[in-house]
C-alpha cells in the first residue's frame, strides 16, 4: 500500500492539521527518525502553502491546532508544537503549548527540526532590571501608568499575566489590565517567575 493511501484512510481524507477536505497532499515531517507513512502527514493546499512560505504566516489559520495537536499520531503532534513554537510571540499559540504533552521521543522529534525562528529574532525584550521577557511570562507594574487614549490608570502592582511581545519594537509588549488590552514599555515591568 503507498504513502497517500495509507494517509487517506488514516486521516479519513481529512486534513490532519485543519480539517479541510479536498486537495490533499503529503507532506514530509523533517527531521523525522522513520520512513513512511510514520514520518508524513496529510494537509490540505492551504495549510502546506503557510509551511512553504515561512515569511508570511497567517496566525489565524492555525487556531484549528487547537484541535489537531491532541492527535494520536506523532508526525501530527510534532509538526502542531513546531507551528505553535514559531508562532508563540502571537500569545495564544504559547497557551496552547502549554497544555500539549507529548511522549518524549516524540518532543525530541519537534526539538530536532524545529527551525528556531523565534530565537533568530534579533529583538530581545528584557524588564526593568534586564530579565529577559518571553510571550506568556507574567510581569508586574513597578510604576502608575495612565494608559492612552482611556482615564484608565494602571496602578504599581499590578500584575499582567500572559504578555505578548512586539515582534518590531524590543520596549513594547502587550497584555490585560482590568480587561483591557494595552500596550506596556518593557522599562516600567518587572518579570515574575513563575
Known sequence: MNIERVLQERSGSKCELCGAEGSLLVYGVPASPTVGAEASIFICKTCH?????????????WRCLN??????????????WRILHRLKSEGWPQD???MMYMEAAVKEWAEAGSDGSDSSNSVVHRDSNGAVLEAGDSVVLIKDLKVKGSS??????????????????????EGKVDGQQIVIIT????KVSS
Open 49 to 61: 502553502d503557510q509551511l512553504a512560505d515561512d515569511a508570511h504566516p497567517d496566525p489565524n489559520h
Open 67 to 80: 484541535d489537531s495537536m491532541w492527535s494520536p499520531v506523532p508526525a501530527v503532534q510534532v509538526q502542531s
Open 96 to 98: 496552547l503549548l502549554d
Open 152 to 173: 484608565l490608570v494602571a496602578k504599581q502592582g499590578t500584575a499582567v499575566r500572559r504578555i505578548s511581545l512586539d515582534p518590531d519594537n524590543e520596549k513594547y509588549i
Open 187 to 190: 522599562d516600567f515591568v518587572k
